[in-house]
Nanobody, 117 residues
Framework: QVQLVESGGGLVQPGGSLRLSCAAS????????MGWYRQAPGKQRELVAQ???????NYADSVKGRFTISRDNAKNTVYLQMNSLKPEDTAVYYC???????????WGQGTQVTVSS
């Protein structure tokens, strides 16, 4: 049924960049707010960036100016471009999709991002 599959994580040095991708299937993508969350060990999952169905985009203050969320509705894919990465960005990054029309709140399996020198 519904699948959100993240990719693009890895090990990067501070100041480097990564682009995460989340490919969605089993949903009508245009009707879903898509976002990225992250969770570091021992910490609560937090919102990184989200674009809702109306096109409103929210970023965590900690990533503003560094991260950019985008989506390609034709490919059912949401991206997170991460620049100027910091060690505190180290976490498992999760793709999320939710819709008030169809209900549900879906999560991917996560992709590890490690920022270390």
């Amino acid at each position: 049924q519904v699948q959100l599959v993240e990719s693009g994580g890895g090990l990067v040095q501070p100041g480097g960049s990564l682009r995460l991708s989340c490919a969605a299937s089993g949903i009508i993508f245009r009707f879903y707010a898509m976002g990225w969350y992250r969770q570091a060990p021992g910490k609560q999952r937090e919102l990184v960036a989200q674009g809702n169905s109306g096109g409103i985009i929210n970023y965590a203050d900690s990533v503003k100016g560094r991260f950019t969320i985008s989506r390609d509705n034709a490919k059912n894919t949401v991206y997170l471009q991460m620049n100027s990465l910091k060690p505190e960005d180290t976490a498992v990054y999760y793709c999320n999709g939710k819709s008030s029309v169809f209900g549900g709140d879906y999560w991917g399996q996560g992709t590890q991002v490690t920022v270390s020198s």
